[in-house]
């Protein structure tokens, strides 16, 4: 959830806490998000390529 963790809608159906003054914002929290979106991605990326890596190399060892 992103601009802190309480909601101010307050919908019957959410479990998520609510108040209609939230505390202050996270000045840091842009930062974090990128930060974290960067390290999520750079992590899939890597997996992504050694799995292909292995899947190619795989397959050229079937077709040999």
């Known amino acids: 959830m992103l601009m802190g963790d309480t ?3 307050g919908c019957r159906f959410c479990a ?9 914002l996270d000045r840091d929290e ?3 998000v990128a930060e974290a979106i960067h390290k999520s ?3 899939n990326l890597r ?3 050694t ?3 292995h899947h190619t190399f ?7």
């Open 41 to 43: 991605v750079g992590a």
């Open 47 to 49: 997996e992504t390529a």
């Open 7 to 9: 909601c101010t809608r």
């Open 16 to 24: 998520v806490k609510t108040s209609k003054a939230p505390p202050p």
């Open 30 to 32: 842009p930062r974090k």
């Open 58 to 64: 795989g397959a050229g060892l079937v077709l040999s």
């Open 51 to 53: 799995a292909s890596a």
